[in-house]
């Protein structure tokens, strides 16, 4: 993508779909493309195809296959599992989750605020790790749910999801899980933990994007958000995207199959990567450096320089990364991930993400800690950050 020279550090953004999730997605398209409801030769051949990618997902977290309802994405796995669940239980009107959520959670518990729900946000120390105490403190009888990510998309902190399970399954609180950035990425087995609701998202391990499932487990019920047919047993309606869901299912076997020597390649890349910098830019701070992160992530502050600059700079030497700050009207806003760390402004206004892959090479590390050390200098002699 983008010629040879390009080198690609935004998986946490999306990842590079894998040869054999393009090439089957294609044959799908042009061959087959009967409806799985169909009771047909072609039909039942296609929803074979499904119930096999429905494995393959239910493989890589844990899961029983029954368990997995595929949905559009991430996005939608999360707004069905929270909507669904908060109407499941209208006598509760408490939903707990943290300050550093991805806007699809926080967006979405924000309009809930709106509409009479009370939305506890539990806080993070600085480096990122979840408040256990306040979040035990919050679970109180008249909370519906708890939502929390698991691997942070902008830092790759990782939450102690086995405790604030155990805390939320102690209280009796259902628990929905943002496992987004972490599948593929961590160890996942919803078999052992007690959660109830957990949402992937297949264009972040190498799958196609638009495609996503949603972990129920047995016996929690939750109300379907979109009304049609009676596909995904009643919980998603409208046509399965085949294609789409067999290449997620393909993305899931493959990213099960990576080997920790495989990851922990990748997690040696990211600590030079991270050492080098640090080495040699002195304006370089990393933000959740203490804190257990997922291997391909680091999040580096550079002191008094903008992140849009800096992007900018390194997009035009080849360097293709994202800023955690968003840019709204006009002003930049720091990240909200990084404000709730209390991260010193002048490091968060020039966050930058770097996010490897198992693609990333030795070589594109080497080059990256070539052009970083280049373009801040740039950057911090022009005056104009
Ligand atoms: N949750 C987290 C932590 C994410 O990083 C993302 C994607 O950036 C999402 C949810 C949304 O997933 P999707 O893009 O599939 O809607």
Request: proline share 3%; with cysteine; hydrophobic share 45%.
């Amino acid at each position: 993508m983008g010629g040879m020279s390009t080198i690609y550090l935004d998986n946490n953004a999306t990842t590079q779909p894998l040869d054999d999730v393009i090439e089957t997605m294609n044959r799908m398209l042009r061959d087959e493309y009967a409806n799985p409801s169909s009771v047909h030769p072609l039909g039942q051949a296609v929803r074979h195809r499904v119930e096999c990618a429905r494995a393959q997902v239910a493989a890589l977290i844990g899961a029983e296959p029954r368990d997995v309802v595929f949905t559009s994405g991430g996005t939608e796995s999360i707004n069905l599992a929270i909507r669904g669940l908060l109407a499941q239980r209208p006598d509760r009107k408490r939903v707990v989750t943290s300050t550093v959520e991805h806007s699809a959670v926080r967006n979405l518990c924000h309009q809930l605020a709106r509409e009479g729900i009370v939305v506890d946000e539990i806080g993070v120390d600085a480096d990122g790790r979840l408040d256990l105490a306040q979040l035990e403190h919050a679970l109180t009888d008249d909370v519906a749910l708890l939502s929390l990510m698991w691997a942070n998309n902008e830092t790759g902190v990782l939450f102690d999801v086995e405790s604030a399970a155990s805390l939320a399954s102690q209280r009796g609180v259902p628990l929905h899980l943002d496992a987004v950035q972490a599948a593929g990425k961590v160890h996942i087995n919803a078999a052992d933990l007690p959660v109830q609701l957990l949402s992937i998202s297949a264009h972040k391990f190498h799958g196609p994007k638009g495609a996503g499932a949603l972990f129920v487990r047995k016996r929690t019920r939750i109300k379907p958000q979109l009304i049609g047919g009676r596909q995904e047993r009643d919980l998603r309606a409208g046509t399965e995207n085949v294609a789409a869901i067999v290449g997620m299912g393909i993305a899931a076997e493959a990213a099960g199959r990576v080997s920790d020597a495989e990851r922990n390649r990748v997690a040696a890349l990211r600590d030079r990567l991270e050492q080098g910098i640090r080495e040699r830019v002195d304006r370089a701070m990393v933000n959740g450096a203490e804190a257990p992160r997922i291997a391909n992530t680091t999040n580096i502050g550079f002191r008094d320089l903008a992140a849009e600059a800096l992007l900018i700079l390194l997009g035009d030497a080849g360097v293709c990364v994202s800023s955690g700050s968003a840019c709204s009207s006009g002003s930049l806003e720091p990240s909200h991930v990084l404000a709730a760390m209390n991260v010193d402004p002048r490091f968060a206004h020039g966050a930058i993400r770097f996010s490897l892959s198992r693609f990333t090479t030795d070589d594109e590390i080497d080059r990256v800690l070539e052009i970083v050390p280049r373009v801040v200098e740039r950057l911090a002699a022009t005056g104009s950050h």
